[in-house]
């Protein structure tokens, strides 16, 4: 049974702002070092931080929380399977919320062109 869905669109020029500003402290505040690496492999790295970006507001909105709740977006992991497939690795509060909720599936897809990145997060029991 689906019991939560979240949508969300990032536009990267904002995003490469603040990563210009504020580079290594807020990458490490709000990514894990496998998701950087990925990032920082193409040549667009800004897009690919804004899907990720996305997933992890997708997935707060998703559970009906917002940022401030207990759950910090560093904990909210995107992962590429061997095919590209994107999925969610959860740690700390945010795997909590999971298990508390008795969710069983996370679906996640993700989308970006140069401008925009945005991602789609299900919820299912
Ligand atoms: C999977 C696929 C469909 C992605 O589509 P796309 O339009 O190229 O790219 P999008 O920007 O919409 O999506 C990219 C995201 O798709 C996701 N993705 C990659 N492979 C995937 C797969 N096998 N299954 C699900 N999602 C996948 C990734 O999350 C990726 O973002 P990331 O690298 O930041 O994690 C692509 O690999 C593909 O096969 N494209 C076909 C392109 C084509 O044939 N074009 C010619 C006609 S226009």
Same mark, same amino acid.
């Given at each position: 049974?689906?019991?939560? %869905?979240?949508?969300?669109? %990032?536009?990267?020029?904002?995003?490469?702002?603040?990563?210009?500003?504020?580079?290594?402290?807020?990458?490490?505040?709000?990514?894990?070092?496998?998701?950087?690496?990925?990032?920082?492999?193409? %040549?667009?790295?800004?897009?690919?931080?804004?899907?990720?970006?996305?997933?992890?507001?997708?997935?707060?909105?998703?559970?009906?929380?917002?940022?401030?709740?207990?759950?910090?977006?560093?904990?909210?992991?995107?992962?590429?399977?061997?095919?590209?497939?994107?999925?969610?690795?959860?740690?700390?509060?945010?795997?909590?919320?999971?298990?508390?909720?008795?969710?069983?599936?996370?679906?996640?897809?993700?989308?970006?062109?140069?401008?925009?990145?945005?991602?789609?997060? %299900?919820?299912?029991?």
């Amino acid at each position: 049974m689906i019991c939560g %869905v979240g949508i969300d669109l %990032v536009e990267n020029s904002r995003l490469e702002i603040i990563i210009e500003k504020w580079d290594q402290k807020f990458l490490k505040r709000v990514f894990s070092e496998r998701e950087i690496q990925y990032c920082k492999r193409h %040549v667009h790295s800004t897009t690919h931080y804004g899907a990720r970006f996305a997933a992890k507001e997708s997935f707060l909105k998703a559970l009906g929380i917002g940022l401030g709740e207990g759950v910090k977006l560093s904990e909210i992991e995107v992962a590429n399977g061997k095919n590209g497939k994107p999925d969610l690795a959860l740690y700390g509060e945010a795997k909590n919320q999971i298990e508390k909720r008795k969710i069983k599936k996370i679906h996640l897809s993700l989308t970006h062109t140069r401008e925009y990145a945005a991602a789609v997060v %299900v919820l299912e029991k």
